[in-house]
């Protein structure tokens, strides 16, 4: 619907929600609270007009008289011709390889001009050569069409002509009071008004829309660029006689030896100009520039006079130019997002250890450098969220695993912070030493699957589950419902060996009540601080050799403890070197920052 804002006392507007229309009413969802280190920041990245509903929609009182005045304003899109012509093989033979062709042949050019009033305009020209191919009705098909949008005129085609798309697009004029986007003050969507659309009519007779000197500007530029693409017609045809297909059931004959001003009356300029808006390319309306009077938005995309606000896409251009804004609008963006991930939005706190943090490296420090090298292992819907510089873990479902994905470690010590939501669900893990889970499992392995209840073998977050260690995360020790503990099944609750701080199913001394004795301490462990929610912890993990110690620090009190020690006999699982990966476990919502590593 809109964002929630606050008025600051410097007058500057600063974002502090969004209010979003859910189950049939209106839903507050708060930005995360600035604080020394950074502030949450909002990008409004929509289409053009709906990117300028939504600002207005927002701003229209906050910043009236300053951006808001500019928003909509300056609409600007693509002045679009299309010119297809079937012309004769000898036209072009000339030109042609002197071998023969075996096969059919599709290609495209794109020439570029520009009209007396400086606007630019270029040209999009697709064709395919035919040859006679027979009854093969899919070879005909799919081999004699360039672009399924020229379908209908290519079907048209003979064996003996080639059928030649000449598109022209031409930027409109900026600044054209004729082209604005505004609120609707009758229609309404979702509670909140409309986008009204409007566009300088330069496709339109003067008599029937004379417009602003802008929009005569772009008849001109229309009326040019339409007049190049009749030369390039007749480059082409090259003086032979030739077809324009000027409709689904429209063929126009031009003798040979027409001229391009006669070409352009059998055309018919308006029947092959596309309505304005059509071609999807608008743009402007929130332009960016360095006079804050004279400009929506500053040349990273934020609303002047806000804190935290910022555009994306090609609503920011002041000119549109010729071209797909496509690429510009990526460039922009991820200049935008350079700029938040830098020096905006919050970073970790920095690390602070009574631990010597000598020789340590990151692994994922907060930014977006390290995030991206780690990779998820199991199906889409969840696994890790990059969320003020912190790891999110999020899904339903499958498992899930986010393994660091460049680089195996042998002998290290491990530092990661973790955070929990929910007392009653927190179930996660750091799993240690497994080959890739790209990789199959090693033969002496696979049997082992079937001990497993709900292995998946199409889920590679499986395999780290069989070839690897997993250090808990679990206040709730929850038990295994596919396991059973000595005659009972499900495996209970509160097991040491299925408890934050254990190496996870590995027997920890356990008591076995109905029978009267203890598992064996494979494992040597203790409980470590309790679990608290937004409270940060620390994992301290140390390998070496086949020998694992875990410590658990809780980072207000700083309690810490020594939970496990364990010696690894098992000649085929957490073999070195492995990888080093977090469990994203269904349902279990846990944050992660400041995870780094020492290899030794």
């Known amino acids: 619907q809109e964002f929630i804002t606050e008025t600051q006392a410097d007058n500057w507007v600063r974002v502090t929600g969004v209010r979003v229309w859910q189950n049939g009413a209106s839903v507050n969802i708060p930005l995360a609270p600035s604080g020394s280190n950074g502030q949450s920041a909002v990008v409004i990245a929509l289409g053009t007009v709906e990117t300028t509903r939504v600002a207005l929609t927002t701003f229209q009182q906050s910043l009236a008289g300053r951006a808001a005045q500019r928003m909509g304003t300056n609409l600007i899109a ?45 040209f999009q020209i697709t064709a395919s050569g035919l040859q006679k191919l027979g009854a093969d009705s899919e070879t005909e098909l799919f081999k004699k069409i360039p672009t399924l949008e020229h379908l209908q005129d290519m079907l048209r085609a003979t064996d003996d002509t080639v059928v030649i798309t000449i598109r022209g697009i031409g930027d409109m004029t900026p600044s054209n009071p004729d082209s604005f986007v505004d609120l609707s003050v009758l229609e309404t969507d979702f509670e909140r008004p409309k986008a009204v659309v409007h566009l300088g009519n330069a496709k339109a007779a003067p008599l029937e829309f004379p417009g602003s000197a802008q929009t005569q500007n772009d008849r001109t530029t229309w009326n040019e660029m339409d007049a190049v693409s009749d030369k390039i017609a007749l480059i082409f045809a090259g003086n032979e006689p030739f077809d324009i297909l000027a409709g689904a059931n429209r063929t126009i004959p031009v003798p040979q030896g027409t001229r391009a001003q006669r070409l352009a009356a059998l055309a018919a300029f308006k029947a092959r100009r596309d309505d304005l808006g059509t071609t999807h390319h608008d743009a402007g309306t929130m332009r960016m520039g360095d006079n804050v009077a004279d400009a929506v938005t500053n040349d990273f995309g934020r609303i002047h006079d806000t804190t935290n606000c910022y555009v994306a896409g090609p609503a920011l251009f002041p000119t549109v130019g010729s071209p797909n804004p496509m690429l510009t609008g990526v460039a922009l963006a991820r200049r935008t997002g350079d700029l938040l991930n830098g020096s905006v939005l919050p970073v970790p706190e920095p690390v602070v250890n009574q631990q010597s943090e000598a020789g340590f490296r990151p692994l994922f420090d907060g930014k977006a450098a390290t995030f991206k090298n780690w990779r998820l292992a199991g199906p889409a819907g969840g696994g890790m969220l990059h969320l003020n510089g912190e790891m999110v873990s999020y899904g339903e479902g499958a498992l899930r695993l986010f393994f660091y994905a460049t680089e195996l470690f042998g002998d290290f010590t491990l530092r990661a912070q973790f955070r929990i939501f929910d007392l009653a669900n927190h179930n996660s893990g750091i799993f240690l030493r497994f080959p890739r889970p790209t990789l199959d499992l090693s033969d002496a392995l696979k049997p082992r699957t079937v001990n497993e209840l709900f292995f998946d073998p199409g889920n590679p977050a499986w395999k780290p589950v069989i070839a690897g260690f997993e250090v808990q995360i679990d206040d709730n020790a929850r038990g295994d419902s596919g396991k059973d503990f000595y005659g009972i099944q499900p495996e209970p609750d509160g097991k040491f060996k299925n408890r934050t701080g254990a190496i996870y199913k590995i027997q920890a001394g356990d008591r076995v009540w109905h029978l009267n004795f203890n598992e064996p301490s494979v494992q040597t462990y203790q409980p470590g601080p309790t679990l608290v929610t937004g409270i940060w912890f620390e994992y301290e993990i140390n390998v070496q050799g086949d020998d694992y110690t875990v410590f658990l620090t809780n980072l207000q009190s700083g309690q810490r403890t020594q939970t496990t020690s364990f010696h690894n006999t098992d000649a085929d699982r957490g073999r070195s070197p492995g990888c080093i990966g977090i469990q994203a476990y269904s349902g279990s919502t846990v944050a992660w920052r400041h995870i780094r590593i020492k290899t030794l």
Do not use: D
């Open 78 to 122: 693509h002045l679009r011709s299309n010119l297809t012509i079937r012309v004769p093989k000898k036209a072009i033979e000339a030109n042609l390889p002197s071998t023969p062709l075996t096969s059919l042949q599709t290609s495209a050019l794109l020439v570029k001009g520009k009209a007396p009033n400086g606007r630019t305009f270029h």
